[in-house]
């Protein structure tokens, strides 16, 4: 089945210690999108990628980058975890302009 | 700046008693597109509405898009405990369509 996929599902780190996430579609979307979300809130953008071209939220912090080395795959790196980084980090993707597809999310814990 | 309000933040019924949250825009989205989220789960797409004054129904479920693609209603019939989640509506502006501004949610509880 086309679907979007996250991995891990869980990471716990702890403060200051660099981590990855990923997400993967096959869905074949041109776009993908990275959102994090806290609890009762809504999913708050931090950037996306139309094709290769990368779009930062204004308000993300520098703390956050992301990669996308082809199509299917995008990376979220967050270089030096705080406690207020611990949310579920969504990925999701579309055609422009269409519906997004979200993976499970990635619950990140930070020690 | 561009934002979507989403009334009420949150709405606890009894089963069987019907259900409405509205999102109102404060900019002309290109089209309105409604999620649900379970407790624990991520959104899940429910519908999108596209053309000004456009109504659409799934079985309990009717979403409305208004004359000025600035505001949406979600309107469910005889809520079930399935319907347990938040509803957030959410949309491209206009002249912008690679990503969506999202309304704040309405968690919806509902007691059997």
């Known amino acids: 089945d086309a679907m979007v996929i996250q991995n891990p599902r869980y990471q716990v780190t702890q403060f200051g210690k660099p981590v990855t996430l990923s997400c993967s579609q096959t869905l074949n979307h041109n776009v993908m999108y990275w959102y994090q979300q806290k609890s009762s809130q809504a999913p708050k953008l931090l950037f996306h990628y139309y094709d290769k071209d990368f779009n930062n939220e204004a308000d993300t912090p520098d703390n956050f980058q992301s990669r996308r080395p082809n199509t299917s795959f995008c990376f979220l790196d967050i270089r030096s975890p705080g406690l207020g980084d611990a949310a579920m980090y969504l990925c999701?993707?579309?055609?422009?302009?269409?519906?997004?597809?979200f993976g499970p999310g990635t619950r990140l814990t930070v020690l | 700046g561009q934002q979507v309000m989403q009334i009420p933040q949150y709405q606890h019924v009894q089963e069987g008693e019907d259900f409405t949250t509205y999102c109102n825009s404060s900019?002309?989205?290109?089209?309105i597109q409604w999620y649900k989220q379970r407790p624990g789960g991520h959104p899940v797409f429910l519908i999108q509405?596209?053309?000004s004054g456009e109504v659409k129904k799934q079985k309990r479920l009717t979403f409305q898009f208004g004359e000025a693609k600035k505001n949406s209603s979600l309107h469910i019939t005889a809520t079930q405990t399935t319907d347990v989640g938040t509803y957030f509506c959410?949309?491209?502006?206009?002249?912008?369509?690679?990503?969506?501004?999202w309304g704040l949610g309405t968690s919806l509880a509902v007691n059997p």
């Open positions: 959410a949309g491209p502006p206009a002249g912008n369509n690679r990503k969506l501004i």
């Open positions: 999701a993707t579309s055609r422009v302009g269409d519906t997004q597809y």
């Open positions: 509405l596209v053309k």
């Open positions: 900019t002309t989205l290109s089209n």
